[in-house]
């Protein structure tokens, strides 16, 4: 059986794809990473590299067009800032609404695009790497479980029960996905999750926070390195 | 409150457009285009048209990348031809696979779309021309009710309750959705739905097939000429 894996470059969907190669073998893995006009590319190119690191397929789309009318603070065209501070602290400022580093219905659309290209592909699942922390709150709405199961069936549905959608992840926290990598040898150094285009991951963002507290509760250092984190410098 | 029309240049959602302008004002509506890589852009450039005569703001997005890897036979780079028969002819030949003018998840990568660009413009709703028969038999499958069921609960799900979708003419067939169009004076002669890129609409492709009929059932000539189609020449 044939498998796309969405491929952020992040921690959560290398993680992913490390454990689609595990199932199905290289050779019926394909990723999908997606460009969607953020300040920087870090993301893409840690992509690129895990892709050859375990030698599959790797599929690259350019969607930035689609997101040119968003004020995101991710995005590049975007006068607003990256929050220095975690999503608990944003959501209890933000009066109910996402936090300005919601891209629109970003999540809905990278699935969507991924049901496209894999029924293209002749691939039979799709495997991304929702997890239960990763609606961070209510930060995320795209990350929510009754957006995941509507999208499950949407998918389903849509494509005549040809795919299906699985989020192998979904019953776990952050850090019981970090815990599953590192039994998979997952080689966590080249892949990016800071929100920001530093040399350095700038540990002091809403997912560099995260990423390094996953890291954290297995015990072990994040082996990339941070420019302003107290916690994953001392465990270096 | 401002609303986004998924608007392809078609008799369908020409029809939801001019209802969406009814109900909201045009000052208030987005008509949203997709190219996705057809042999022809007859369709951009027929909702083009209908925009301008509505005096409404029109987005065009290009997605004929995502679509590169499949042989759709609608599409340019496709060795298929576009079959010249009905849609029931197609399926009884079909084995229950879908016909080969069936695009990958279009829909609901169009939705998908459509709420990332309607969450950034600031609208509420989504309304698009989804009918009773649209789905052609089995012939698409993301025309099925499942399916608009389930993209209806991932869309307002995964905005926070943003947004929602709506598909005004999802009880009428086609003939009922000509006949609303006809009382709303749609401009159908702007408009275009065969799947051929011809200089007159070919006659005998699925889509000119349902056309055809929808008009005649109302007892009107389709404006548009066919040049081969013995029903609609008779009424001209």
């Not at 990278?110 to 495997?127: D, L, Q």
Request: charged share 20%; aromatic share 8%; proline share 3%.
């Amino acid at each position: 059986m044939k498998v796309l894996v969405l491929s952020s470059g992040g921690v959560d969907s290398t993680t992913c794809l490390a454990l689609a190669v595990e199932q199905f073998g290289a050779a019926n893995v394909t990723a999908l990473s997606m460009f969607y006009g953020q300040k920087h590319d870090k993301e893409l190119a840690a992509a690129r590299a895990v892709a050859a690191h375990y030698s599959v397929e790797h599929i690259e789309l350019d969607l930035a067009p689609i997101f040119r009318y968003s004020n995101c603070s991710l995005l590049a065209h975007s006068d607003k800032q990256i929050p220095q501070e975690s999503y608990a602290d944003q959501l209890a400022e933000s009066s109910g609404e996402p936090v300005s580093t919601y891209v629109p219905f970003r999540n809905g659309l990278f699935i969507a695009v991924a049901a496209s290209v894999a029924e293209s592909r002749g691939c039979e699942r799709i495997f991304y790497g929702a997890h239960r922390d990763d609606a961070a709150g209510a930060a995320y709405p795209d990350c929510s479980e009754a957006f995941k199961q509507a999208m499950n069936l949407a998918v389903c549905e849509g494509t005549g029960g040809h795919l299906r959608l699985e989020a192998p992840f979904v019953e776990m926290n952050k850090a019981q996905v970090v815990a599953e990598g590192l039994r998979l040898n997952v080689p966590y150094h080249l892949t990016w999750s800071c929100y920001e285009g530093g040399g350095e991951a700038c540990g002091v963002c809403g997912t560099c926070i995260d990423r390094i507290a996953a890291f954290a509760a297995n015990g072990v250092a994040d082996p990339i390195k941070y420019t302003d984190n107290a916690e994953n410098t001392e465990e270096n």
